[in-house]
């Protein structure tokens, strides 16, 4: 089977890197020269909304999935005409836009913070009056990584902020105390069967995230599993989904899905049974589902900017480097290391000593 993913970044050659062990051939379509995941497959350099090279991608493919939401849902539903395509262009169209998102989650009574949709400085000013202060503003499509989003503390942080986002629509969201992040990762089937990983607890750093930490037996698992579950079902959804939520008060309040294999779940390539990955093209190929048990006790830790040196990081027991083949920038995701203990102990002394040496790193900035 030949699987086409739009965008070649490290998603799609995390994707591919899963995939060829069960036989399978990738197709990339990404404008960038230098994609990440050329290495592992065919690169079609093209735009996500060039018609003709996406006809060329779905002649040459049994099915087709997107690796991140930038991809506008339009490629998405311009494609399922040739070749099926999953996830689907409605939970992309949904999952893109922080608005459509939210109203999602209030259809399907899954709690979230208070929200407005923005759409100029007077509809700022209103739900700021309406919402009240703290409160964070959001581009309501495009941000990523703490980008296109700005916080609102004070009366003095209002004014012209609707212009310091670029006059585009916005949403407003009022701030929760919350005690945790957690995010779960979820995967369904052509068939709707589903299954989900352990929730993890995610810390993130000028709106990266840092760190990721599964859980065992998580008191909120299974309403975490229930929220999920009614989005996946709403949306007729078919492969992986991440949903982050805010822990509060001993409950769970939504922050935001992606429609997609997801940051905070990379801790399941050496971490469970059948990672991310796997099960992405397991449930998209229309194959058996692969288990979503965790073994041992694992973290994952973004590399940040640059990655450590090999030598250095492989000499850590139960550590795994994965190196992405990108140019080093600052602020940018390079690589990420998994780790894997036996027990709670040592994997708090093993996070501590990689922590460290991406500590003494540094990100490209401060050299």
Same mark, same amino acid.
């Given at each position: 089977? *030949?699987?086409?993913?739009?965008?070649?970044?490290?998603?799609?050659?995390?994707?591919?890197? !899963?995939?060829?062990?069960?036989?399978?051939?990738?197709?990339?379509?990404?404008?960038?020269?230098?994609?990440?995941?050329?290495? #592992?497959?065919?690169?079609?350099? $093209?735009?996500?909304?060039?018609?003709?090279?996406?006809?060329? @991608?779905?002649?040459?493919?049994?099915?087709?999935?997107? =690796?991140?939401?930038?991809?506008?849902?339009?490629?998405?539903?311009?494609? &399922?005409?040739?070749?099926?395509?999953?996830?689907?262009?409605?939970?992309?169209?949904?999952?893109?836009?922080?608005?459509?998102?939210?109203? #999602?989650?209030?259809?399907?009574?899954?709690?979230?913070?208070?929200?407005?949709?923005?759409?100029?400085?007077?509809?700022?000013? $209103?739900?700021?009056?309406?919402?009240? #202060?703290? /409160?964070?503003?959001?581009?309501?499509?495009?941000?990523?990584?703490?980008?296109?989003?700005?916080? #609102?503390?004070?009366?003095?942080?209002?004014?012209? $902020?609707?212009? =310091?986002?670029?006059?585009?629509?916005?949403?407003?969201?009022?701030?929760?105390?919350? &005690?945790? =992040?957690?995010?779960?990762? /979820?995967?369904? !089937?052509?068939?709707?069967?589903?299954?989900?990983?352990?929730?993890?607890? %995610?810390?993130?750093?000028?709106?990266?995230?840092?760190?990721?930490?599964? &859980?065992?037996?998580?008191?909120?698992?299974?309403?975490?599993?229930?929220?999920?579950?009614?989005?996946?079902? *709403?949306?007729?959804?078919?492969?992986? @989904?991440?949903?982050?939520?805010?822990?509060?008060?001993?409950?769970?309040?939504?922050?935001?899905?992606?429609?997609?294999?997801? %940051?905070?779940?990379?801790?399941?390539?050496?971490?469970? =049974?059948?990672?991310?990955?796997?099960?992405?093209?397991? /449930?998209?190929?229309?194959?058996?589902?692969?288990?979503?048990?965790?073994?041992?006790?694992?973290?994952?830790?973004?590399?940040?900017?640059?990655?450590?040196?090999?030598?250095?990081?492989?000499?850590?027991?139960?550590?795994?480097?994965?190196?992405?083949?990108? /140019?080093? *920038?600052?602020?940018?995701?390079?690589?990420?290391?998994?780790?894997?203990?036996?027990?709670?102990?040592?994997?708090?002394?093993?996070?501590?000593?990689?922590?460290?040496?991406?500590?003494?790193?540094?990100?490209?900035?401060?050299?």
């Amino acid at each position: 089977m *030949k699987i086409g993913v739009i965008g070649g970044g490290q998603l799609g050659r995390m994707l591919a890197l !899963a995939g060829t062990p069960l036989g399978q051939q990738f197709a990339f379509l990404d404008p960038a020269p230098d994609a990440c995941a050329q290495a #592992l497959g065919e690169h079609i350099r $093209a735009d996500y909304s060039d018609r003709d090279h996406l006809r060329q @991608l779905a002649d040459e493919v049994d099915v087709v999935t997107f =690796e991140f939401e930038s991809v506008p849902a339009d490629t998405v539903a311009f494609l &399922s005409q040739y070749v099926p395509v999953y996830p689907n262009a409605e939970s992309l169209r949904i999952a893109r836009d922080r608005w459509f998102e939210k109203s #999602l989650f209030r259809e399907l009574d899954i709690p979230t913070p208070a929200f407005a949709d923005i759409q100029s400085q007077a509809d700022l000013d $209103a739900a700021v009056a309406s919402i009240g #202060l703290p /409160a964070v503003m959001k581009t309501r499509t495009l941000g990523y990584d703490g980008k296109g989003q700005k916080v #609102l503390r004070t009366a003095a942080d209002v004014g012209g $902020a609707f212009a =310091e986002l670029g006059n585009v629509p916005c949403i407003l969201e009022g701030f929760v105390p919350f &005690s945790g =992040e957690v995010s779960l990762i /979820a995967v369904r !089937a052509r068939d709707g069967e589903t299954r989900f990983y352990p929730l993890v607890h %995610n810390t993130h750093e000028d709106g990266i995230l840092r760190l990721s930490v599964a &859980s065992s037996a998580h008191p909120l698992q299974a309403l975490a599993e229930e929220y999920v579950g009614r989005v996946l079902n *709403k949306l007729d959804y078919v492969g992986v @989904l991440a949903f982050e939520f805010f822990e509060i008060d001993g409950g769970l309040k939504a922050n935001e899905i992606a429609p997609r294999v997801h %940051n905070s779940g990379h801790w399941t390539i050496e971490g469970a =049974e059948c990672s991310q990955f796997e099960n992405h093209l397991r /449930a998209i190929a229309g194959l058996p589902l692969g288990s979503t048990t965790k073994v041992g006790e694992s973290a994952m830790l973004n590399c940040i900017g640059s990655v450590p040196p090999v030598e250095q990081l492989t000499a850590i027991p139960y550590c795994h480097l994965h190196h992405y083949g990108k /140019a080093f *920038k600052v602020g940018r995701k390079v690589g990420h290391a998994t780790v894997r203990c036996s027990d709670q102990a040592s994997l708090k002394a093993t996070i501590a000593t990689v922590d460290t040496l991406l500590a003494k790193q540094g990100d490209p900035a401060a050299h």
